[in-house]
């Protein structure tokens, strides 16, 4: 592709014609090597998924795997609303709570398995977050915050009320789907069930980054006014992705009730899970595919990690507050594009676009006239060209 040259003269300059020259190299093709990279990447870090309830040393840890999975899931479902829009929800918890209870009580009082119980449930919760959406969607930046708050703490009550419902304080026992199975073999059927469904919401993550309807949702997070000028439908787009983004958390939670299978609403509609959701998608990178996976990576092991060292104390939440204070501080973008852009930085700088100013273009044409025969202005003469009365100052920059 050859270079591209555009000028703009303006007469008020007098004689000296003023240009602007922008100058566009031609376009260096893309090394494979990046992809092949982040594909071994990829693979790599199946096998180490797959592979480890086989390496797990104690069923302890194959536990904790199984909790970082289901971190993994959630931060990834409110990946859906919160990377795309730009909306951030600390009252996602409440789609995890719905989840996991709809699950236990389709059990309880329909006597239906667990997984269809399951897929009932999730699709109750799809249903709930439509009028939901549509009415918290109205609202913007804090105000969205703070109606995802309401609606979380609203449920808790509701659902710590409702005694003769739902168990109360006192919890809600949920039927294991595999009541033969040890509890390693336990671990292990729910570890892959997780990964299945992490994969599932990654692939469909992936496949609305880059299509047009995720086009439109990022313009949205970039500027929802001029999307909605430009004749995006906001309203819609963004409910679309919040439904999928409640789907997707209540697959989770629905998946946890059938592994943990004791349910306590203080824990399922806690403020904190949907901040530890926004946490992992921040630490990891909401931009990006495996953002929050990193990020529920980093979290989670953290998170399990003081429990162990600091019992039933609190430390672990001073410790989470302080990792999201440095990620805000120091990594906005989540660590992901943090690397990448570090990586940049010692890549040799490719300028795909040059600037050259009237002033600097007028002085590389005088110099190139006194160096050079006129040719070009004779040959226009011959050929019946009307005489230029400015050819001496004539702003055109040759690139070959």
Do not use: C
């Amino acid at each position: 592709m050859r270079n591209v040259s555009e000028r703009t003269a303006s007469a008020a300059l007098g004689p000296a014609v003023t240009e602007t020259v922008v100058v566009v190299p031609d376009t260096p093709r893309r090394s494979r090597w990046p992809r092949l990279v982040s594909l071994a990447l990829v693979v790599i870090g199946a096998a180490l998924v797959l592979s480890f309830p086989f390496v797990a040393p104690n069923p302890y840890i194959l536990s904790a795997g199984v909790v970082i999975l289901n971190y993994a899931v959630l931060s990834t479902g409110w990946n859906f609303m919160g990377g795309f829009t730009g909306y951030i929800s600390l009252g996602h918890a409440a789609y995890f709570g719905l989840g996991a209870y709809g699950t236990g009580l389709i059990v309880k009082y329909l006597q239906l398995p667990g997984f269809v119980a399951w897929v009932l449930a999730a699709l109750l919760v799809v249903a709930v977050s439509i009028p939901v959406g549509i009415a918290a969607l109205r609202v913007r930046g804090a105000s969205f915050v703070i109606v995802s708050i309401a609606f979380v703490l609203i449920l808790l009550l509701v659902f710590q009320s409702w005694r003769e419902f739902t168990g109360g304080s006192e919890g809600l026992i949920v039927p294991r789907p595999f009541p033969d199975l040890m509890r390693p073999e336990h671990h292990r059927v729910f570890f892959y069930l997780f990964a299945a469904l992490l994969a599932a919401a990654l692939v469909a993550w992936w496949i609305i980054d880059r299509s047009k309807f995720g086009t439109a949702l990022k313009s949205i997070r970039e500027d929802e006014d001029k999307a909605r000028s430009l004749g995006v439908p906001t309203t819609r787009f963004k409910l679309i992705a919040y439904v999928l983004s409640a789907l997707v958390t209540a697959l989770g939670g629905g998946l946890y009730a059938l592994w943990f299978g004791d349910l306590d609403p203080i824990f399922q509609f806690s403020i904190l899970v949907g901040s530890y959701m926004v946490l992992m998608a921040l630490l990891g990178g909401v931009r990006h595919l495996f953002g929050p996976l990193l990020g529920a990576l980093v979290v989670g092991i953290a998170l399990e990690y003081f429990k162990l060292e600091f019992g039933d104390t609190q430390f672990h939440l001073v410790a989470a507050g302080l990792l999201l204070g440095v990620v805000v501080l120091f990594m906005p973008d989540g660590v992901i594009p943090a690397v990448r852009a570090l990586i940049d930085r010692f890549r040799p700088q490719q300028t795909s676009i040059r600037d050259v100013t009237a002033a600097e273009l007028l002085e590389q044409n005088r110099a190139a006239a006194t160096s050079e025969p006129r040719a070009g202005a004779s040959s226009d003469h011959r050929a019946g060209a009307a005489p230029d009365p400015h050819a001496d100052a004539d702003n055109r920059e040759v690139v070959r």
